[in-house]
């Protein structure tokens, strides 16, 4: 039997305005990432200096943000602070960085319980607070303060013609500052610094925008993840894929083996936040602003790929517009970004290729490295790799010129040398020097003493001895010392002086 049913009729569900601010606050921004989504409202407002200040305040932080944009009058205030207010289907002029209408907003109060937003334009000042608790009990309003606060960054902004101050108070254990003592609050400035020179690296270099960001009046430095001014970086060749009605570019970088880097600071200035380990893969990048800093985006086939030793170098960078929100599923933080399906397998080619030169740069001592050895010439590999059913095999390259040079000496007792080079094959200590390498994340390069350089110079110049005469001795020299990490310099030249040429 049917049951009549009323006519339909809008039953209103407005929400609590106590629960969803608390459940806004809670989206997972930590200070770094929230300052970030501050900074991408200064870029979209032009600004051009960025000043950042963090005060302990005795174990109650507070925190502000100035910067000389084009600022904002009263009623564009208030709708720079209504939740939602430019959302993600709205049309945004090119470097505009926003995405939901909800970052600067849900970005300070997961940090603070109060946000005051302080603007001046054509010489007039604005200005609106946002009040957890005023929300909770009176609904979705902003207060017109009577006075400004008492701030030095206050100060600033009444000599600017135009910019906007954004302050933080009553910053609580959510966000991540609060409750810490006062080494700790700024150590994890440093964090903050850190992770704000990686994500703004191409303003604050020459790749896009110039824009200066300064930290309690330090200035921050950008970071390059791809170190492109290092002579020994590999650019592999880049492309634009085409997706829908729009396109980006992809180009894959192989950085240099950590031999390559001039010191220990060096290479672990190279590897950045978080280490070598951790920024390994895609640098997904919207607006030329850093989204995701090292991730190989659940690609890898059946078994995702992980962040491992061997492709720890391989890093691709990839530039999307702002129209490709949608199709790679930008969140509201501005952290993540997931690639359509329909493209999984082109960027998975591309990754398996970079990752195999990462590779082969990775292992290069001893075995053979695909990049141009020393004169030019392709170096003969003194270690020999071969994979079968039980694993991979390393064997001596018997005909390795120094090997074989030495081996002439040894007509009569050929098989007894051989006999000796198979002991050595089959004792390596691969395990061992797996975990060596794997707690030390990444082999080093070992530094020898006098005593050590020395030795080393003996045997060489013995070695050198028995290589053809017909070589130039620079030839033999560079010949036997193309496999070393970083030979010094002056071991080059006494091999020269003992063999009687000149460097």
Same mark, same amino acid.
């Given at each position: 039997?049917?049951?009549?049913?009323?006519?339909?009729?809008?039953?209103?569900?407005?929400?609590?305005?106590?629960?969803?601010?608390?459940?806004?606050?809670?989206?997972?921004?930590?200070?770094?990432?929230?300052?970030?989504?501050?900074?991408?409202?200064?870029?979209?407002?032009?600004?051009?200096?960025?000043?950042?200040?963090?005060?302990?305040? =005795?174990?109650?932080?507070?925190?502000?943000?100035?910067?000389?944009?084009?600022?904002?009058?009263?009623?564009?205030?208030?709708?720079?602070?209504?939740?939602?207010?430019?959302?993600?289907?709205?049309?945004?002029?090119?470097? =505009?960085?926003?995405?939901?209408?909800?970052?600067?907003?849900?970005?300070?109060?997961?940090?603070?319980?109060?946000?005051?937003?302080?603007?001046?334009?054509?010489?007039?000042?604005?200005?609106?607070?946002?009040?957890?608790?005023?929300?909770?009990?009176?609904?979705?309003?902003?207060?017109?303060?009577?006075?400004?606060?008492?701030?030095?960054?206050?100060?600033?902004?009444?000599?600017?013609?135009?910019?906007?101050?954004?302050?933080?108070?009553?910053? =609580?254990?959510?966000?991540?500052?609060?409750?810490?003592?006062?080494?700790?609050?700024?150590?994890?400035?440093?964090?903050?610094?850190?992770?704000?020179?990686?994500?703004?690296?191409?303003?604050?270099?020459?790749?896009?925008?110039?824009?200066?960001?300064?930290?309690?009046?330090?200035?921050?430095?950008?970071? =390059?993840?791809?170190?492109?001014?290092?002579?020994?970086?590999?650019?592999?060749?880049?492309?634009?894929?085409?997706?829908?009605?729009?396109?980006?570019?992809?180009?894959?970088?192989?950085?240099?083996?950590?031999?390559?880097?001039?010191?220990?600071?060096?290479?672990?200035?190279?590897?950045?936040?978080?280490?070598?380990?951790?920024?390994?893969?895609?640098?997904?990048?919207?607006?030329?602003?850093?989204?995701?800093?090292?991730?190989?985006?659940?690609?890898?086939?059946?078994?995702?790929?992980?962040?491992?030793?061997?492709?720890?170098?391989?890093?691709?960078?990839?530039?999307?517009?702002?129209?490709?929100?949608?199709?790679?599923?930008?969140?509201?933080?501005?952290?993540?970004?997931?690639?359509?399906?329909?493209?999984?397998?082109?960027?998975?080619?591309?990754?398996?290729?970079?990752?195999?030169?990462?590779?082969?740069?990775?292992?290069?001592?001893?075995?053979?490295?695909?990049?141009?050895?020393?004169?030019?010439?392709?170096?003969?590999?003194?270690?020999?790799?071969?994979?079968?059913?039980?694993?991979?095999?390393?064997?001596?390259?018997?005909?390795?010129?120094?090997?074989?040079?030495?081996?002439?000496?040894?007509?009569?007792?050929?098989?007894?040398?051989?006999?000796?080079?198979?002991?050595?094959?089959?004792?390596?200590?691969?395990?061992?020097?797996?975990?060596?390498?794997?707690?030390?994340?990444?082999?080093?390069?070992?530094?020898?003493?006098?005593?050590?350089?020395?030795?080393?110079?003996?045997?060489?110049?013995?070695?050198?001895?028995?290589?053809?005469?017909?070589?130039?001795?620079?030839?033999?020299?560079?010949?036997?010392?193309?496999?070393?990490?970083?030979?010094?310099?002056?071991?080059?030249?006494?091999?020269?002086?003992?063999?009687?040429?000149?460097?």
């Amino acid at each position: 039997m049917r049951e009549d049913m009323t006519p339909e009729r809008p039953v209103e569900i407005t929400p609590s305005a106590a629960a969803l601010i608390e459940s806004l606050r809670g989206l997972g921004y930590s200070p770094e990432t929230a300052t970030a989504d501050l900074i991408d409202n200064s870029i979209a407002a032009n600004a051009v200096t960025i000043e950042l200040e963090f005060d302990w305040n =005795d174990g109650n932080p507070q925190a502000g943000l100035l910067d000389d944009g084009s600022g904002m009058d009263r009623a564009t205030l208030a709708e720079a602070l209504r939740f939602g207010g430019a959302g993600p289907s709205s049309t945004r002029m090119e470097g =505009d960085l926003g995405r939901f209408g909800l970052g600067l907003k849900t970005a300070s109060l997961s940090q603070c319980r109060q946000l005051t937003i302080i603007s001046r334009t054509a010489g007039k000042t604005s200005a609106l607070i946002l009040d957890v608790d005023e929300i909770a009990k009176h609904g979705w309003f902003a207060t017109e303060p009577a006075t400004l606060p008492q701030h030095p960054l206050v100060a600033k902004l009444l000599q600017l013609e135009h910019g906007t101050l954004v302050l933080w108070d009553r910053m =609580d254990s959510l966000g991540g500052l609060s409750g810490l003592e006062k080494d700790a609050f700024y150590l994890r400035l440093q964090d903050i610094r850190a992770h704000l020179g990686m994500v703004f690296h191409r303003f604050l270099g020459e790749d896009a925008r110039r824009l200066r960001i300064h930290t309690n009046g330090r200035a921050i430095k950008p970071w =390059d993840p791809f170190q492109k001014n290092h002579t020994s970086i590999i650019e592999m060749r880049s492309e634009r894929i085409r997706y829908r009605s729009s396109s980006f570019e992809i180009k894959p970088y192989v950085l240099p083996h950590r031999d390559r880097f001039t010191n220990e600071a060096e290479y672990e200035a190279a590897g950045g936040p978080g280490g070598w380990n951790a920024r390994q893969g895609f640098y997904v990048y919207r607006a030329k602003r850093l989204l995701v800093a090292g991730s190989w985006l659940g690609l890898g086939g059946a078994r995702a790929w992980t962040r491992d030793e061997s492709s720890r170098l391989a890093r691709i960078q990839v530039d999307l517009p702002t129209e490709m929100d949608t199709d790679w599923r930008i969140d509201v933080r501005k952290s993540q970004a997931r690639p359509p399906g329909n493209l999984r397998a082109r960027l998975t080619a591309i990754a398996e290729h970079c990752r195999a030169q990462a590779r082969e740069v990775f292992v290069w001592r001893g075995m053979g490295p695909r990049v141009r050895a020393q004169g030019g010439a392709n170096a003969d590999p003194l270690w020999l790799a071969s994979t079968g059913h039980n694993g991979t095999n390393y064997r001596i390259n018997r005909s390795h010129p120094a090997l074989a040079a030495f081996a002439t000496g040894f007509k009569a007792e050929r098989k007894q040398f051989d006999a000796l080079l198979t002991i050595i094959e089959q004792s390596v200590p691969i395990e061992r020097i797996w975990l060596d390498i794997s707690e030390a994340q990444g082999a080093s390069a070992r530094s020898m003493d006098d005593e050590q350089l020395e030795q080393l110079t003996s045997s060489l110049a013995e070695l050198a001895k028995l290589l053809p005469p017909t070589l130039p001795a620079a030839e033999r020299v560079d010949l036997l010392l193309r496999y070393l990490p970083q030979p010094p310099a002056k071991l080059r030249n006494h091999l020269l002086e003992i063999l009687g040429a000149t460097a």
